[in-house]
Each structure stands twice: as C-alpha cells, then as structure tokens.
C-alpha cells in the first residue's frame, strides 16, 4: 500500500510503498477514506527535524514511565523511530479483523482513534480508559505491522493514519453510520473528541457560565461548541485569523477577539464586567497565551489546558482558581463518538463546517501552509481511491 512515510531527518514525509501484515486476534484492517492533519503531527515532524528539547519531541522526556507506563512507552519509541507513519484521526471501512473482534466486522464504516485501552487496568476500570495504563498494541520487539524495504515502520499514536490502509487495536475504533462525509468522520478521531471532551468531559461546562476559548483551530473550535452544548451563556473565542473568527461566530461564539489588535485579558476583563470567566481553554501550544486563558479567570474558575500550561499561577490560592489538564478530551469512546454523531444529525454539532481544506496525501507539503493562514480549521487528506 502507499503511505506517507516519514524518515527522521529528511523532511515532509513522502509517498512510498509500505507493507502491512495480517491482522492478529484482537486487530483490525481497515481502508482508509479521508484522515484529518492534527497539529501535533506537524510539531513533533517539527521537533524531530530540529531539536529534541524543542516541542511535543521535548515533551517526551517528562513523561512518567512509572505513572503512565503505556504513553511513555508508546511516545518514547515514536521518539526514537527511525521510520514512522504520521496521522492519528481518520475514517474508513473495515476490510480485514482477526478471530476474536467482536465489535465491528467487514464493511463496517469506522472512526479510528489515537488511543486504545485494555479494560482491566484500574484506569480502564474507573472510566478513563483514555488514560489506560497498558495501551494494547504490538511491542517494538514484536513483528511490527507496517515495514518498509524489511525495516520497522512505526504507527504515529498507534495509528498511522496517512495511509491507504491501517492496522489497529480493535480498541481503536468505533462503527458509525454511512451517512457521514468522510472529511467529517475523520475528525472525530481527535480533533472533536478532543475539543468537545474537553468541555462536556473534563470541564463539565455549566448551563449560562462563561467560557474563553484561546485558538480556534480545530480543537478551540470543538471546544466552543462542547461550551455551546453545554449551554454557556457566554462563549468568548480568541484567534488572530479573521476566518476563524468568522467561524467561530458561527459555530457558536457570541464574541470573539483578535488579540493582535487588542489585549485579549483586558477586553474579556471589560466583557464580563470586571468579573472575569468561569472557564477558560488553552488550545494553542503557545505558554504566553495559556497565561492568557489563565489570566482572564474569576474567582474560583476553572482553566483547562490542553497543550499547554500558565507559568505564573500565583494568585492560584486566593482565587480558589482550579487548572485542570485534558488528554484527549477525557474521551471514552465507544460512548462519546456515538453520542457526538448523534448531536451533529441533530444539527446541534457541526463537523462538515470545521473542515476547510481537503487534499490528496501528495499535496501533504501544502498543509502546514494552509494551516498557517488561518483559512482552514482543519485541513484532511483524501485517501479514497
């Protein structure tokens, strides 16, 4: 199958031949339609072409292997990979499973996720398999599920979705329905789980509160939409891009700011009449504006940070101001995707809005561009054939 492989060291991945093994027991074989470009898979390309103390590369070394066993092992081989396949948000159709799958079959449609749990550790069995502790998938010891040329291809996140086809923990994915573009499938693999999650799982946005959301890419704009399901009376959206405030108004943002033009603290500050927000997201990797979403809360309200964390938290004690962290939007999800296709055939979530550019995986190059722009949410490579 092609897929676009990236060698450490040599750039924008490229086009190459990638073989993929049979499926195992508790594996699923599935050809890829469309998967979405996540930012975390144009920085850690970033990180590895630079510097390892840079970016999500330089997070790796901070993880706890004795806390989160599975993600460090999984991020620190990544780390290490001398081949790997980007991408870890997609949609396509199930063609292969093996012997003991029992939750989807051949022909299924399918989301496939950056995440797989086991069910029997303990934060499986508390309800956060998000954080699983084991992360089922093959060990670098093992036979690897994609080669190249007879070397180890590793699978970004466990998917390695800028492909023709993936191979995945069955874990890994959740049927859905027919009815779905492919574009808009995709991105419920990590970009709207995780931005929605964020507001309904982890936050636990409340009816009439005000919430900021800081970056409206297309995590800060699922997240504005999880605070509008919620019912926030308030959604003050932050981004330099025009179009995304555009956007943003649209999917649900009641003001926005363009906080080149003015001081995002100081104009929510005036928006909410001196109190400040009940809930603030950090969705941009950047620490000064994590300081930002920090600085704007009020009494006793609740900063959540999805990429990035405040650096001076001093009135933190005073305020009885709470920061919180959100992996993947604290997703559980065979639950949540259903629940989140649900809402968008009510009209009440919009996906097909969120994807702003559509290319085919040889134009991969053109993505950090676009992004850069400002012109696109999200952009999503078109793998059908």
Request: aromatic share 4%; hydrophobic share 40%; with cysteine.
């Amino acid at each position: 199958m092609k897929a676009l492989l990236y060698r450490a060291g040599h750039g924008t991945p490229q086009l190459a031949d990638v073989d993929v093994d049979d499926p195992r027991d508790d594996e699923v074989l599935i050809d890829v339609q469309a998967a979405g470009v996540c930012h975390s898979d144009l920085h850690f390309i970033e990180s590895r072409e630079t510097t390892a103390a840079q970016g999500i590369y330089g997070m790796y070394a901070n993880l706890d292997r004795r806390r989160q066993p599975g993600i460090a092992e999984r991020r620190h081989e990544e780390a290490d990979a001398e081949m790997l396949v980007m991408g870890h948000e997609s949609c396509g159709i199930v063609i292969e499973v093996g012997a003991g799958v029992r939750s989807v079959a051949p022909r299924d449609r399918v989301v496939a996720i950056g995440m797989s749990h086991c069910g029997r550790c303990r934060q499986c069995l508390v309800g956060c398999p998000h954080l699983c502790l084991v992360l089922p998938r093959r060990s670098p010891e093992d036979r690897p599920r994609l080669s190249h040329d007879g070397r180890r291809v590793t699978q970004f996140a466990n998917v390695g979705a800028f492909a023709e086809q993936i191979l995945v923990h069955e874990t890994s994915v959740v049927r859905i329905d027919h009815a779905v573009p492919a574009a808009s499938a995709a991105i419920l693999g990590c970009c709207v789980t995780t931005g929605v999650g964020a507001a309904l799982n982890t936050a636990r946005v409340q009816p009439l509160s005000s919430v900021a959301v800081f970056g409206t890419g297309g995590i800060g704009m699922s997240v504005l939409q999880g605070a509008r399901i919620a019912g926030a009376e308030t959604i003050i959206a932050v981004d330099p891009a025009s179009t995304k405030r555009s956007l943003a108004q649209r999917l649900g943002a009641t003001d926005v700011i363009d906080p080149v033009s003015d001081d995002p603290v100081a104009a929510i500050i005036e928006l909410t009449q001196g109190l400040g927000v009940e809930y603030s997201f950090e969705t941009t990797a950047i620490p000064v504006v994590a300081q930002q979403a920090y600085d704007v809360l009020g009494l006793r309200g609740c900063l959540t940070c999805v990429s990035s964390a405040p650096t001076d938290i001093r009135t933190l004690i005073g305020a009885e101001r709470i920061i919180r962290g959100s992996y993947l939007g604290s997703t559980r999800p065979q639950r949540d995707i259903p629940y989140y296709l649900k809402l968008y055939h009510q009209s009440r979530l919009f996906l097909d809005e969120m994807v702003g550019a559509q290319l085919t995986p040889d134009r991969f190059g053109a993505v950090e561009g676009i992004l850069a722009s400002g012109d696109a949410a999200r952009v999503v490579l078109d793998f059908s054939r």
